[in-house]
């Protein structure tokens, strides 16, 4: 199917703000000169991560459901060249930000044991709860994810196009976002296996996994029951989002996913929104040149702070930068996104389309053969 340009740039925002929230943190360079609202806002970045799961989650279903007509589950052949796809698009930009990672590391003498970087390199770091937040996997911890969501995704579908009633998608659609919520306030009682929920929640993918079937589903309203949101209701519900997080939600408690009750179906009527009113005057200027870039690069601008992030970490703790250096946020800004300019048009296209076209040609000669 077509692009939706609008959500597009809306990858970008969501990347921006995590990469705000995590110049923000109290042990860098917190940006205690915005308005306290603002700072309430921000503390919350960790959200934008819930908006990429669900938009990926959406896009997925939108550009595959018409291979899933009848809902059949899928052969292995189909899911080894589905992965292949996604790691084609994902893997080259993510080891690359790995090397620079080790790069870094090394040449300020912080290098980590030989297994954390294997382990990150093969996606399995995260389920290792003693270590799935250090080094590389600070950051990087939710492209694993990313890959646990694309293993199950053949599966997933075929069970959520049995729900052929737009109900039930809707009931489904609410118990992807009180799944979240209610493991989320957990977050402060009852450790699983000896640990504490704010340790599962970045050790478990399938602690996420509602956010992700949440974007299934919502593609589902939109194709195949025509489920569309007024532009001005979708707008008006984040700007009360907004709101809530910058004035009641640290009320709640838990960790990031507790907010899931309000934010899920808000990030779902506004996909629904945009896709149905791409050029609503309220959602062009998310489709401009400009916007759609920033969300093509925006996968490299999110591996680019990884190193950029590890890097500053090291120049506050052994005091070469104040943590109240207001020029940290703009200069960083600038180098992510020079680099993830160049990671995208340097690593991240090419190699893309060279992968793809040598599986076509792979492909190719074996049906020849």
Same mark, same amino acid.
């Given at each position: 199917?077509?692009?939706?340009?609008?959500?597009?740039?809306?990858?970008?925002?969501?990347?921006? =703000?995590?990469?705000?929230?995590?110049?923000?943190?109290?042990?860098?360079?917190?940006?205690?000169?915005?308005?306290?609202?603002?700072?309430?806002?921000?503390?919350?970045?960790?959200?934008?991560?819930? $908006?990429?799961?669900?938009?990926?989650?959406?896009?997925?279903?939108?550009?595959?459901?018409?291979?899933?007509?009848?809902?059949?589950?899928?052969?292995?052949?189909?899911?080894?060249?589905?992965?292949?796809?996604? $790691?084609?698009?994902?893997?080259?930009?993510?080891?690359?930000?790995?090397?620079?990672?080790?790069?870094?590391?090394?040449?300020?003498?912080?290098?980590?044991?030989?297994?954390?970087?294997?382990?990150?390199?093969?996606?399995?770091?995260?389920?290792?709860?003693?270590? /799935?937040?250090?080094?590389?996997?600070?950051?990087?911890?939710?492209? /694993?994810?990313?890959?646990?969501? =694309?293993?199950?995704?053949?599966?997933?579908?075929?069970?959520?196009?049995?729900?052929?009633?737009?109900?039930?998608?809707?009931?489904?659609?609410?118990?992807?976002?009180?799944?979240?919520?209610?493991?989320?306030?957990?977050?402060?009682?009852?450790?699983?296996?000896?640990?504490?929920?704010?340790?599962?929640?970045?050790?478990?993918?399938?602690?996420?996994?509602?956010?992700?079937?949440?974007?299934?589903?919502?593609?589902?309203?939109?194709?195949?029951?025509?489920?569309?949101?007024?532009?001005?209701?979708? %707008?008006?519900?984040?700007?009360?989002?907004?709101?809530?997080?910058?004035?009641? /939600?640290?009320?709640?408690?838990?960790?990031?996913?507790?907010?899931?009750?309000?934010?899920?179906?808000?990030?779902?009527?506004?996909?629904?929104?945009?896709?149905?009113?791409?050029?609503? %005057?309220?959602?062009?200027?998310?489709?401009?040149?400009?916007?759609?870039?920033?969300?093509?690069?925006?996968?490299?601008?999110?591996?680019?702070?990884?190193?950029?992030?590890?890097?500053?970490?090291?120049?506050?703790?052994?005091?070469? %930068?104040?943590?109240?250096?207001?020029?940290?946020?703009?200069?960083?800004?600038?180098?992510?996104?020079?680099?993830?300019?160049?990671?995208?048009?340097?690593?991240?296209?090419?190699?893309?389309?060279?992968?793809?076209?040598?599986?076509?040609?792979?492909?190719?000669?074996?049906?020849?053969?």
């Amino acid at each position: 199917m077509a692009e939706i340009r609008p959500l597009t740039g809306l990858r970008f925002l969501a990347a921006l =703000y995590v990469f705000i929230f995590h110049i923000d943190m109290p042990f860098r360079t917190p940006l205690t000169w915005l308005p306290t609202f603002i700072q309430n806002i921000l503390h919350h970045g960790r959200l934008g991560v819930t $908006l990429f799961f669900v938009l990926s989650g959406f896009v997925l279903v939108y550009s595959h459901l018409n291979e899933f007509a009848s809902g059949e589950f899928k052969p292995a052949s189909y899911w080894r060249g589905f992965m292949f796809n996604r $790691l084609a698009r994902i893997y080259p930009v993510f080891i690359s930000g790995l090397l620079f990672m080790a790069l870094l590391s090394t040449m300020i003498g912080l290098s980590p044991p030989p297994y954390i970087p294997l382990l990150s390199a093969t996606f399995l770091q995260i389920y290792f709860p003693s270590i /799935a937040m250090q080094w590389y996997d600070s950051g990087a911890w939710s492209v /694993a994810y990313e890959i646990c969501f =694309y293993l199950l995704f053949p599966l997933a579908l075929p069970v959520l196009i049995r729900l052929r009633s737009r109900n039930h998608l809707m009931l489904a659609l609410i118990g992807c976002s009180a799944f979240g919520f209610g493991m989320g306030l957990l977050a402060s009682h009852a450790p699983i296996f000896g640990l504490h929920m704010w340790k599962v929640a970045f050790s478990f993918p399938i602690i996420r996994f509602p956010e992700f079937v949440a974007g299934m589903i919502t593609a589902l309203l939109v194709t195949r029951h025509r489920w569309k949101v007024q532009p001005w209701l979708a %707008v008006m519900l984040v700007v009360v989002t907004l709101l809530y997080l910058a004035s009641f /939600a640290h009320r709640l408690g838990g960790i990031t996913i507790s907010q899931d009750w309000i934010v899920v179906p808000v990030i779902a009527m506004l996909i629904s929104a945009t896709t149905a009113s791409s050029d609503h %005057v309220l959602f062009r200027w998310l489709g401009t040149f400009p916007m759609r870039y920033l969300g093509q690069i925006s996968y490299s601008f999110y591996i680019a702070q990884i190193p950029l992030l590890f890097l500053l970490d090291w120049l506050v703790t052994s005091h070469r %930068v104040s943590n109240s250096n207001v020029w940290v946020l703009p200069i960083l800004l600038f180098i992510n996104l020079i680099i993830s300019v160049l990671m995208y048009e340097i690593i991240e296209s090419p190699t893309h389309r060279w992968l793809i076209a040598w599986k076509k040609r792979h492909h190719y000669n074996q049906a020849v053969t």
